[in-house]
């Protein structure tokens, strides 16, 4: 017994030893002395998002008539209000006075709303309204030749541009009933019928990316971009469009994932985690090759603007990780303490997540991110609001 | 400090005499005089009926709640509402050997965390070198014990560690000649200390450890 006794008590020892070795190693390597633990823990605000965007994914934002609109497989809106740790309400928008529907997209194109809905490609339908409220149908662009009995053409995309409404279509099957390459047509809407738009050398085989200019109100220049091209002019109907894929280095054969123009520049995010600027120069975002989402510029107290930008998964080898934020060229993983989230709650917010757009009101200081929470815990969102008090954000927020 | 963790610190603190007084009452408060014409004896001493002899060992593992208690910010004088923090859980490993009779010493390497209002952890390490006195009103048997070592803290992917301690104690029904089970409530002091020039984030942390814990006598 005796000898039992001291074999446990050198195994022990020797355990606790080797626990502490461990500790202390662990230790020096994790401890943060600027990191206010218990300080940052007696400020956390506790997440009061709706069931609305409850393991929801949101693609959407816009501010129109005093509310907020956002999108999900429904269009819900909200009266424009700040970051609160409060319970917001979010209301759905019977679009087309319809309680159930499935919408696939909704822009603001200047003073009027417009939702695309259609559980399939049978079903689609394009409403319009000026008020949020009262909707009117609008006619659909109709594919230019013969569809094939397998064929389905139809809208499934909306964008937003230079104070313009442009539609993605696309045409599926064979004429011969065989499954056959897609191809994907820019439709830009003229206030009564729809034109192709021009730009594009050769139908796309994959899918519009979108349609950006520099200027809602009077824009000088438009760039559209399927995944494998990129075009720009100063036509809305893309009809002196030329490519500038070449203007890039290194940007010829790469997939573009999203095309955005903000805080005075247009960029380009690719597939692979890259990111070009209008000048012609690019930054290797993510190391991880994750796709980059739309950039977004917000203000900030030093610099007075930086730029966001989502990442999204490439369903490969790693999942997304919310979004980079900095200045181009030297942007960083956002985290609690980096720019915009100046808040514990970053990482169960929109951390770790596809980040799929931004939405700043720069009348009422408000930025959302739209993200895809997935469905492992009730406690994750997929609409995220943070608010710039002219000197800080006060962190983000589920809606 | 917040009437709840004022009143989960009380609860740890008054656990043990009132286990001491359950574990003194089995003794005579004086020795019987010795029978007239009987030889005298010496006096029986609690200490001599004290079970717990030198190098006997015990080792102790435990489950329990993690009460939060304390959360106090010295610069700004302020406290934290301890409702910031949920209700947790706590685990901990402990060998102890007796150096006199009902006097041990040893180790503890403990784990707890708590989530947060927001949905984050918070989770803390420590690990320490105990003393700990122990007796027995059988089938009873009492411990006051009192640690000191370090902490590592994980909180929001940050890392904290610093200086630990803990006080409280146990009472326990021995079941076997080998195993003893019973309830634990213990008070752990978690200092948060920063080095210059990040001082002014200091914070002293607190929680009430209630668990159910086994001992195995060596």
């Known amino acids: ?399 | 400090m917040k009437p709840f963790g004022a009143a989960a610190i009380a609860a740890a603190l008054l656990f043990m005499p009132l286990a001491a007084l359950s574990g003194e009452d089995q003794q005579p408060s004086q020795p019987e005089p010795p029978a007239a014409g009987a030889p005298a004896e010496s006096p029986v001493t609690a200490e001599q009926t004290n079970p717990f002899l030198p190098g006997e060992q015990t080792i102790g593992l435990s489950v329990g709640l993690q009460i939060p208690a304390l959360m106090y910010f010295p610069t700004s004088n302020t406290y934290g509402s301890l409702s910031q923090l949920d209700l947790g859980g706590s685990f901990s490993f402990s060998y102890q050997y007796f150096i006199d009779r009902g006097l041990a010493i040893g180790g503890n390497i403990a784990g707890a965390f708590n989530n947060t209002i927001g949905d984050l952890s918070v989770f803390t390490a420590p690990l320490g070198f105990t003393t700990s006195y122990w007796w027995s009103a059988m089938p009873l048997e009492f411990s006051v014990l009192g640690e000191v070592g370090g902490y590592l803290s994980r909180y929001n992917s940050k890392g904290m560690l610093g200086p630990f301690a803990k006080a409280g104690g146990g009472a326990y029904w021995r079941i076997t000649s080998g195993w003893s089970v019973g309830l634990q409530a213990y008070f752990w002091f978690v200092p948060e200390l920063h080095f210059d020039p990040y001082t002014d984030l200091n914070a002293l942390a607190g929680y009430v450890e209630t668990s159910l814990g086994a001992v195995y006598h060596l």
Not at chain 1, 196 to 202: G, I, K, L
């Open chain 1, 1 to 399: 017994m005796r000898t039992t006794q001291c074999v446990f008590a050198r195994v022990f020892a020797r355990s606790l030893c080797a626990a502490a070795a461990l500790l202390a190693s662990v230790l020096a390597a994790s401890c943060d002395n600027d990191y206010a633990l218990y300080q940052t823990v007696a400020k956390e605000p506790k997440l009061s998002g709706t069931t609305v965007f409850q393991e929801t994914t949101c693609t959407n934002v816009f501010a129109f008539n005093g509310n907020y609109y956002a999108t999900t497989a429904r269009l819900y809106s909200s009266v424009i209000h700040p970051y609160s740790t409060t319970s917001t309400s979010w209301s759905q928008v019977n679009v087309g006075g319809m309680s159930s529907y499935t919408l696939r997209s909704a822009v603001l194109v200047g003073s009027t709303i417009y939702a695309l809905t259609g559980d399939n490609s049978s079903s689609v339908a394009l409403y319009s309204s000026t008020d949020g409220s009262a909707w009117t149908s609008v006619t659909l662009p109709s594919y230019s030749g013969t569809l094939g009995s397998s064929q389905t053409f139809a809208l499934d995309a909306l964008y937003s541009a230079g104070g313009n409404l442009y539609a993605e279509a696309m045409l599926y099957g064979s004429a011969n009933g065989a499954v056959g390459t897609p191809y994907y047509y820019l439709y830009y809407y003229t206030g009564s019928g729809w034109n192709v738009v021009s730009s594009f050398s050769s139908q796309p085989s994959t899918p519009i990316r979108g349609v950006v200019a520099n200027s809602d109100t009077s824009p000088t220049t438009f760039w559209f971009a399927s995944t494998g091209m990129l075009y720009s002019g100063s036509s809305a109907t893309g009809s002196d469009a030329s490519s500038v894929i070449g203007n890039f280095t290194s940007l010829s054969g790469k997939s573009i994932w999203a095309i955005s123009y903000t805080g005075g520049h247009f960029y380009v995010s690719t597939t692979d985690g890259n990111l070009y600027q209008d000048s012609g120069s690019a930054e290797q975002v993510d190391s991880s090759s994750r796709p980059l989402m739309k950039v977004i510029s917000v203000p900030y107290s030093s610099p007075s603007s930086i730029i966001l930008v989502g990442t999204d998964t490439n369903n490969v080898n790693t999942a997304a990780c919310g979004y980079y934020e900095g200045t181009f060229g030297s942007l960083d993983l956002g985290s609690s303490s980096q720019d915009v989230a100046n808040s514990a709650v970053f990482a169960t917010t929109v951390s770790a997540f596809p980040v799929l757009n931004f939405y700043y009101d720069s009348t009422n200081k408000n930025l959302f991110a739209c993200v895809a929470p997935g469905t492992t815990s009730t406690s994750y969102y997929g609409l995220y609001e943070n608010t710039w008090s002219g000197s800080s954000w006060t962190g983000w927020d589920a809606q």
